[in-house]
């Protein structure tokens, strides 16, 4: 079994104040890893128990200010998927990204598509025309495009019809995401602030939309006609192991040099301090161990 994804945390900063953020489970300041010390990682990875794809957050990652570098290096190896996880805010800079390559998808994390209700969703004024910019250019350019929509408690019916519909007409990924809870937004998100799976279907039935899979980790919604479907993302993690799935195939890089394999904590933390290929062949040799890979 080979790792299916690296989450490679670029950056802390962002622009955006979304009470519900997780980033990721694990809060950073330093940046030490440098485009090079990442291929070098992946690369490590990849010979010690395969990699799918370098997946690139934070954080905004188009803050981070070597995030092309790290794509580039990481794109010469031509042997991983890329990803880019983004509020969309950045227009500029995606089309910055897209000149260094095509062959990248582009997640677009967006709670909502009516300016009212992103901005209470996100804490801010003024972004939402940015993020539709992106989503324009993207799809003009025939890049795929992957939707996250953090279903929110008070994540409307009519506002979840918008983004659901819109992905459906411009053939974007549209992923619904369950809310979860951690260490870094515990303060801002109660137990009560999360709606339930079951009130997050209901909602999603009253769109024409019903479930056809049924996992652990993952719901798939598919309406009457057959003929879109998307995929609720359940918050499996909620500060425990006792609903963290048998199929262990993500790990995390933060930009500081931490290596995890749970980001809620559950797991302990490698450190990479020299970025030497004996100290990565120790790190992963570690990681193949605590993930049980045969």
């Given at each position: 079994?080979?790792?299916?994804?690296?989450?490679?945390?670029?950056?802390?900063?962002?622009?955006l104040?979304?009470?519900?953020?997780?980033?990721?489970?694990?809060?950073?300041?330093?940046?030490?890893?440098?485009?090079?010390?990442?291929?070098?990682?992946?690369?490590?990875?990849?010979?010690?128990?395969?990699l799918?794809?370098?997946?690139?957050?934070?954080?905004?990652?188009?803050?981070?200010?070597?995030?092309?570098?790290?794509?580039?290096?990481?794109?010469?190896?031509?042997?991983?998927?890329?990803?880019?996880?983004?509020?969309?805010?950045?227009?500029?800079?995606?089309?910055?990204?897209?000149?260094?390559?095509?062959?990248i998808?582009?997640?677009?994390?967006?709670?909502?598509?009516?300016?009212?209700?992103?901005?209470?969703a996100?804490?801010?004024?003024?972004?939402?025309?940015?993020?539709?910019?992106?989503?324009?250019?993207?799809?003009?350019?025939?890049?795929?495009?992957?939707?996250?929509?953090?279903?929110?408690?008070?994540?409307?019916?009519?506002?979840?019809?918008?983004?659901?519909?819109?992905?459906?007409?411009?053939?974007?990924?549209?992923?619904?995401?369950?809310?979860?809870?951690?260490?870094?937004?515990?303060?801002?998100?109660?137990?009560?602030?999360?709606?339930?799976?079951?009130?997050?279907?209901?909602?999603?039935?009253?769109?024409?939309?019903?479930?056809?899979?049924?996992?652990?980790?993952?719901?798939?919604?598919?309406?009457?006609?057959?003929?879109?479907?998307?995929?609720?993302?359940?918050?499996?993690?909620?500060?425990?192991c006792?609903?963290?799935?048998?199929?262990?195939?993500?790990i995390?890089?933060a930009?500081?040099?931490?290596?995890?394999?749970?980001?809620?904590?559950n797991?302990?933390?490698?450190?990479?301090?020299?970025?030497?290929?004996?100290?990565?062949?120790?790190?992963?040799?570690?990681?193949?161990?605590?993930?049980?890979?045969?």
């Amino acid at each position: 079994m080979s790792i299916r994804t690296l989450r490679v945390l670029c950056t802390p900063r962002c622009n955006l104040n979304c009470s519900y953020c997780c980033r990721e489970g694990y809060a950073f300041q330093k940046t030490v890893c440098t485009p090079k010390n990442l291929a070098d990682f992946c690369a490590a990875v990849d010979s010690r128990v395969g990699l799918e794809r370098v997946k690139f957050t934070g954080g905004e990652p188009l803050l981070c200010e070597n995030l092309f570098e790290m794509v580039e290096a990481v794109g010469d190896l031509r042997k991983f998927k890329l990803s880019v996880v983004t509020n969309g805010t950045h227009p500029a800079k995606i089309a910055e990204l897209i000149s260094v390559t095509r062959e990248i998808q582009v997640a677009v994390s967006l709670p909502a598509w009516t300016r009212a209700e992103y901005n209470r969703a996100t804490g801010t004024k003024g972004f939402l025309p940015q993020v539709k910019a992106s989503l324009k250019y993207l799809t003009s350019k025939e890049i795929a495009v992957r939707l996250n929509v953090v279903v929110r408690k008070e994540s409307s019916v009519q506002g979840l019809r918008h983004l659901v519909e819109k992905s459906r007409i411009d053939e974007w990924d549209f992923r619904a995401i369950e809310m979860t809870r951690n260490s870094l937004n515990r303060k801002a998100v109660s137990a009560k602030d999360i709606p339930s799976l079951y009130s997050i279907q209901k909602r999603f039935n009253s769109l024409g939309y019903y479930q056809t899979r049924d996992s652990a980790s993952t719901t798939l919604f598919t309406n009457h006609n057959r003929d879109h479907s998307f995929e609720l993302t359940k918050a499996f993690c909620r500060d425990g192991c006792t609903r963290c799935p048998q199929d262990k195939s993500c790990i995390w890089l933060a930009a500081d040099g931490t290596v995890r394999t749970c980001a809620w904590g559950n797991k302990p933390d490698y450190r990479i301090d020299t970025w030497t290929m004996s100290e990565l062949d120790s790190v992963t040799h570690a990681l193949e161990n605590d993930l049980r890979l045969p």
